[in-house]
């Protein structure tokens, strides 16, 4: 069965602060990767989503980037700021459309 | 609709009852997924549909768990005597893709159940 982990499991930096948020996967016979936010009391808002055949995504201050041979995925966070606070989740995806999720890292921006 | 709807957003049920939780998903979304995600965890699997036909059961973790969507749009996820253990908050996701792999999830905010 994959197991998905992800280090650090809480992060609190001060506002501005560029951050990695690491992600390690066991079976890298995966399909895509999706990197999601999950803010208190809310469901997943999908935030980047990689292609196995790609090596990174990125979305304004976002980056994604991908390492199947590794097992590893990272999520880049430029000039971080109070509202990007949540926790993150990534998951690993499957031919047969399973995501296996990891734990997630919680991240607290301080103003 | 503009998202994933799922309802009640909250439900508390005394052990031994049955519940049914709801989801409309993005209108047009041929996958529809359950997650189950307990306290402190990452969600889940616990079963896919592509349009109405259920393809993938494995992550129910027992009988007493039982999800349809029979019309290819709303599914619902029922409990049947609900355990302590059910407690969790159940996340259903939709996609536009029929294999579900390369469009991005939409996920609901999910029903948060709570077994007393």
């Given at each position: 069965k994959?197991?998905?982990?992800?280090i650090p499991?809480?992060?609190?930096?001060?506002?501005g602060e560029n951050?990695?948020?690491?992600?390690s996967?066991?079976?890298?016979?995966?399909?895509?990767?999706?990197w999601f936010?999950?803010?208190?009391?809310?469901?997943?808002?999908?935030?980047?989503?990689?292609q196995?055949?790609?090596?990174?995504?990125?979305?304004?201050?976002l980056?994604a980037?991908?390492?199947?041979?590794?097992g590893?995925?990272?999520?880049?966070i430029a000039a971080?700021?109070?509202?990007?606070?949540?926790t993150?989740?990534c998951a690993?995806?499957?031919?047969a459309?399973?995501?296996f999720?990891?734990?997630?890292?919680?991240l607290?921006?301080?103003? | 609709?503009?998202?994933v709807?799922?309802?009640p957003r909250?439900?508390v049920?005394?052990?031994?009852?049955?519940?049914?939780?709801?989801?409309?998903?993005?209108?047009g979304?041929?996958?529809?997924?359950?997650?189950?995600?307990?306290?402190?965890q990452?969600?889940?699997?616990l079963?896919?549909f592509?349009n109405?036909a259920?393809?993938?059961?494995?992550?129910?973790p027992s009988d007493r768990f039982?999800?349809?969507?029979?019309?290819g749009?709303?599914?619902?996820?029922?409990?049947?005597?609900t355990?302590?253990?059910d407690?969790?908050?159940y996340l259903c996701?939709?996609?536009r893709s029929?294999?579900?792999?390369?469009?991005?999830l939409?996920?609901?905010n999910?029903?948060?159940?709570?077994?007393t």
């Amino acid at each position: 069965k994959q197991e998905v982990t992800q280090i650090p499991a809480a992060l609190s930096v001060p506002e501005g602060e560029n951050l990695v948020l690491n992600c390690s996967f066991t079976d890298s016979a995966i399909y895509n990767l999706q990197w999601f936010r999950q803010d208190p009391g809310k469901g997943l808002t999908s935030l980047l989503l990689i292609q196995s055949s790609q090596r990174e995504q990125t979305s304004g201050r976002l980056n994604a980037s991908l390492d199947k041979s590794s097992g590893r995925s990272t999520l880049y966070i430029a000039a971080s700021q109070p509202g990007d606070s949540a926790t993150y989740l990534c998951a690993a995806i499957t031919g047969a459309n399973n995501l296996f999720f990891g734990t997630g890292t919680r991240l607290t921006v301080i103003p | 609709g503009a998202g994933v709807s799922q309802s009640p957003r909250y439900k508390v049920a005394k052990r031994g009852q049955d519940v049914a939780l709801r989801c409309d998903p993005i209108s047009g979304h041929v996958s529809l997924f359950w997650y189950q995600q307990a306290l402190g965890q990452g969600p889940e699997f616990l079963t896919y549909f592509q349009n109405e036909a259920q393809l993938d059961k494995s992550g129910l973790p027992s009988d007493r768990f039982f999800a349809e969507r029979p019309e290819g749009s709303v599914s619902t996820l029922k409990i049947q005597r609900t355990q302590q253990e059910d407690s969790a908050v159940y996340l259903c996701a939709s996609s536009r893709s029929g294999q579900g792999t390369n469009s991005p999830l939409h996920f609901g905010n999910g029903t948060r159940l709570t077994v007393t």
